[in-house]
C-alpha cells in the first residue's frame, strides 16, 4: 500500500510540474502568442502522462486523478479506503509538485491564481466534455488494449487543451493545485469549486453508461 501511495503521490507531483512548468516556460518564449504558449503547454503535459502513466501504472495503477480514483471506485476495483488515501496523497502531491515547479524558475514559492476566465456555463460543459473522454478513453483502452492506455491518455490530453474551452483540466487535484499558481495555467480559487463538482459529478454518473458500452 505504501509503494502505491508514493506512486500516486510522486506520479501526481510530476504531472503537476509538466503542466505548471510548460506553462511558465511556453508563454516565456512565446512573445506575447497565447496559441505558442498553450501549444507548448499542451505537447508537455501529453509527454509527462506518456512518461508517469508507463512507469508508475504498474504500481498503482496510475490514476493521478480523484475523479478517474472515483470511477474506480464505483466500478468496485478499488475499496473505499484505499480511494481515500489515493486522493489525499493525488491532492498534497499536486500541491508539491507545483510548489517545485515555481522553485525550479524562482519564482514566489507561495502564490495563489489570479487568472480569471475559468467560470460560467461554458466552462462548466467543457469540464464536463473533458471528463467524460478521458474516462472514455481508459475504460475504452482497458478493454481493448491495455498496453495502450497510456499513449491514448497522453493524446487524449493534448487535443483536449485545444477543443475544450477550458483547457481540460478534467482533475480535481491538478485543479485545485493550479490554484496555487499565479502563472499560465493557473484558475482562480474561487472557480475551483464548481471544476470539481462538475468533474466528479461526470466520473459518477459515466460509469454505469460506459459499462453497457464496453461490456466490462
Not at 518564449?29 to 502522462?49: P, R, S, Y
Not at 460560467?120 to 471528463?131: C, I, R, Y
Request: net charge positive.
Amino acid at each position: 500500500m505504501l509503494r502505491k501511495l508514493v506512486a500516486e503521490g510522486l506520479g501526481t507531483a510530476l504531472l503537476l510540474t509538466g503542466v505548471i512548468g510548460s506553462g511558465i516556460m511556453g508563454e516565456a518564449l512565446a512573445g506575447g502568442t497565447v496559441a505558442i504558449a498553450l501549444l507548448a503547454n499542451a505537447i508537455a503535459t501529453g509527454c509527462i502522462l506518456y512518461c508517469i502513466i508507463t512507469v508508475l501504472g504498474p504500481i498503482s495503477g496510475a490514476h493521478f486523478n480523484p475523479a478517474v480514483t472515483l470511477a474506480f471506485a464505483l466500478r468496485g476495483e478499488i475499496d473505499p479506503r484505499r480511494a481515500a488515501a489515493y486522493v489525499a496523497v493525488q491532492a498534497v502531491g499536486a500541491i508539491l509538485g507545483v510548489w517545485a515547479t515555481h522553485a525550479m524558475f524562482d519564482l514566489p514559492i507561495l502564490q495563489l491564481s489570479e487568472t480569471m476566465q475559468r467560470a460560467g456555463p461554458a466552462q462548466w460543459w467543457s469540464e464536463a466534455v473533458a471528463t467524460f473522454g478521458l474516462l472514455f478513453v481508459i475504460f475504452g483502452g482497458l478493454k481493448a488494449r491495455p498496453d495502450a492506455v497510456p499513449v491514448l491518455v497522453a493524446l487524449y490530453i493534448t487535443g483536449a487543451y485545444w477543443f475544450t474551452a477550458s483547457t481540460s483540466f478534467a482533475n480535481p487535484a491538478v485543479t485545485l493545485a493550479r490554484g496555487f499558481s499565479d502563472t499560465f495555467a493557473g484558475i482562480y480559487p474561487g472557480h475551483i469549486a464548481a471544476f470539481v463538482l462538475v468533474q466528479c459529478a461526470v466520473a459518477a454518473v459515466s460509469v454505469r453508461p460506459l459499462r453497457r458500452l464496453f461490456q466490462y
